[in-house]
């Protein structure tokens, strides 16, 4: 194993194996890069694989602002029947003949779910109704409604339909897709709520995660590649990647360093954005505030 001296602060974009929370996967890289300060940007149900984004060191600090960017995925959805958790792991709760419905109903449901939609979450998800996680509530029995809210989808595409038999004997049919969306989005829903329009009922069987704002699965390493050798990429490439970038002198990095609020240029785009010193250190996240500068995380 292969362990620097000390963790470098960055990001660690790691392939969440099935079967892992999220929480799971900090437990664990808390061991490989052998410090307490990992988090994550956004979790992964258990069921999902793909781009799970860890901050280590000063990079924690990034992860908030790195979880509100949009992500994609690939997807399975059945037709054909519903589960009490709108995935594979829970319960199945009805069961209806998918067999007749056709390509253009699919096609036509889809269309229904893309764009600036209103979405339920799922009732297992870990929204809080109330100041108590949804799926506590769910567990208890009770019975209560979720708000619908307003998320993006802003590209949801089929790739495939194959016909299939459920364990029950239900035939079924699995619809690959992919979809990118804004954060907040639950694909698990976009699968129940196929299923409620083309009248057979629906849940995800599949789920991975592709893309998380800037970064995608190309750079994500599995937990065994990373106990062989940590990859991280260094906070400054990280922020540059994610954030619109703007370049200080000397003057005004310490000026900000201060806290001055210094008069932003003009900048494509929005959210928050980075600050890099004449030498290149990151210095700040800032965003803009009546055209000027207000610090959000401050890193050098």
């Not at 960055?10 to 490989?32: E, N, Q, Y």
């Not at 993006?152 to 364990?167: K, L």
Request: charged share 25%; hydrophobic share 40%.
């Amino acid at each position: 194993m292969k362990h620097a001296t000390t963790t470098p602060d960055g990001l660690i974009v790691v392939d969440k194996p099935a079967g892992f929370t999220s929480h799971d996967v900090v437990a664990k890289m808390r061991g490989i890069a052998r410090t307490r300060r990992v988090g994550h940007a956004g979790t992964l149900d258990p069921m999902a694989t793909g781009v799970l984004v860890l901050g280590v060191e000063k990079a924690t600090k990034l992860l908030g602002h790195l979880a509100l960017t949009e992500k994609e995925y690939v997807a399975t959805i059945r037709l054909g029947q519903n589960t009490v958790t709108d995935d594979a792991e829970g319960e199945v709760t009805s069961s209806a003949d998918a067999s007749a419905v056709t390509r253009e109903a699919i096609d036509a449901g889809v269309a229904k779910l893309t764009g600036d939609i209103m979405q339920v979450p799922s009732k297992v998800s870990a929204i809080k109704i109330d100041g108590k996680r949804s799926y506590k509530r769910a567990r208890e029995g009770e019975d209560f409604e979720i708000p619908a809210r307003p998320v993006t989808v802003s590209s949801f595409v089929v790739h495939a339909v194959h016909p299939a038999e459920a364990a029950d004997g239900t035939p079924v049919q699995d619809v690959l897709v992919s979809v990118v969306c804004s954060s907040g989005t639950y694909v698990r829903a976009l699968a129940r709520d196929l299923g409620a329009d083309t009248g057979v009922g629906g849940h995800l069987t599949a789920l991975r995660r592709t893309r998380v704002g800037p970064y995608g699965i190309a750079e994500a390493r599995t937990l065994d590649q990373l106990q062989e050798e940590l990859t991280v990429m260094p906070i400054g490439q990280a922020a540059a990647a994610a954030f619109r970038r703007w370049d200080v002198n000397a003057e005004q990095a310490r000026l900000l360093g201060h806290g001055v609020r210094l008069r932003l240029p003009l900048l494509d785009g929005s959210g928050p954005i980075a600050v890099f010193g004449p030498d290149g250190t990151f210095l700040a996240l800032v965003e803009d505030q009546g055209g000027k500068a207000k610090s959000l995380a401050v890193f050098a």
